[in-house]
Nanobody, 116 residues
Framework: QLQLVESGGGLVQPGESLRLSCIAS????????ISWFRQAPGKEREVVSC????????YYADSVKGRFTISRDNAKNTVYLQMNSLEPEDMAVYYC?????????WGQGTQVTVSS
């Protein structure tokens, strides 16, 4: 069954770090553009970062540039989002996304809470 499963969220204080993982089942992550989105309460879902299938090139939203790093481990079929220097504004549910043809696939999300 085609599935994306996120993990790694939690409660941290401002300035701390988290690493999110997105494990794919029945997908080969190396073949697709994989994206991380987030959605905060009352706000629209927004793209945070993407990694390409071809050359591993990456994209970051301005709000996370320099603090977040996306990476892919093909052997583990997993995409990571390393989040450093977390800010209260980063608090949201984070989702892994993949588009195959006309279909969008989403994980169930993982909650990131940043609070002192």
């Amino acid at each position: 069954q085609l599935q994306l499963v996120e993990s790694g969220g939690g409660l941290v204080q401002p300035g701390e770090s988290l690493r999110l993982s997105c494990i794919a089942s029945d997908f080969t992550v190396a073949w697709y553009i994989i994206s991380w989105f987030r959605q905060a309460p009352g706000k629209e879902r927004e793209v945070v970062s993407c990694i390409s299938s071809s050359d591993g090139s990456t994209y970051y939203a301005d709000s996370v540039k320099g603090r977040f790093t996306i990476s892919r481990d093909n052997a583990k079929n997993t995409v990571y989002l390393q989040m450093n220097s977390l800010e209260p504004e980063d608090m949201a549910v984070y989702y892994c996304h993949l588009k195959r043809g006309l279909l969008d696939y989403w994980g169930q999300g993982t909650q990131v809470t940043v609070s002192s």
